[in-house]
């Protein structure tokens, strides 16, 4: 199963990766497989400023909803556009096109909350 080292994760399957002040967020391999084809993204907290572990969208899947939690406290300042019409993004390439949010950081200390690979493959027993 693919977790990439060069990213940080969240005990509820989200992945982050820091570029400066700007965190993008999507959810891991894991977490896509364990909902199966996802047929939908909701993201309604774009130019909202949401707190670490506040809910900022959901994910639907052909058989269930799940919620998506902030890993960090930040503006929400991007949506990736292209899950509206291909929302099979998420399953097909979690780490790469299929991203869901930026964030603009406002407490950067909370990084070290996050799960490096590492710990991650233990949470998921991988």
Same mark, same amino acid.
């Given at each position: 199963m693919s977790i990439p080292a060069n990213l940080k994760y969240t005990k509820d399957?989200?992945?982050v990766s820091i570029e400066g002040n700007i965190a993008t967020v999507g959810i891991t391999n894991f977490a896509?497989?364990?909902l199966g084809d996802i047929v939908y993204v909701d993201v309604? #907290?774009?130019d909202e400023t949401v707190s670490k572990d506040e *809910?900022?969208?959901s994910v639907e899947a052909?058989? #269930?909803v799940s919620d998506l939690f902030m890993p960090l406290s930040g503006e *929400?300042?991007?949506f990736n556009e292209g899950l509206e019409d291909e929302p099979e993004k998420v399953n097909s390439d979690p780490y790469g096109e299929g991203w869901m949010i930026k964030i603009e950081l406002s407490d950067e200390s909370e990084l070290e909350s996050l799960l490096s690979a590492d710990d991650y493959k233990e949470?998921?027993?991988a």
């Amino acid at each position: 199963m693919s977790i990439p080292a060069n990213l940080k994760y969240t005990k509820d399957h989200e992945w982050v990766s820091i570029e400066g002040n700007i965190a993008t967020v999507g959810i891991t391999n894991f977490a896509q497989s364990e909902l199966g084809d996802i047929v939908y993204v909701d993201v309604d #907290t774009v130019d909202e400023t949401v707190s670490k572990d506040e *809910v900022f969208g959901s994910v639907e899947a052909v058989k #269930t909803v799940s919620d998506l939690f902030m890993p960090l406290s930040g503006e *929400v300042i991007e949506f990736n556009e292209g899950l509206e019409d291909e929302p099979e993004k998420v399953n097909s390439d979690p780490y790469g096109e299929g991203w869901m949010i930026k964030i603009e950081l406002s407490d950067e200390s909370e990084l070290e909350s996050l799960l490096s690979a590492d710990d991650y493959k233990e949470l998921i027993g991988a």
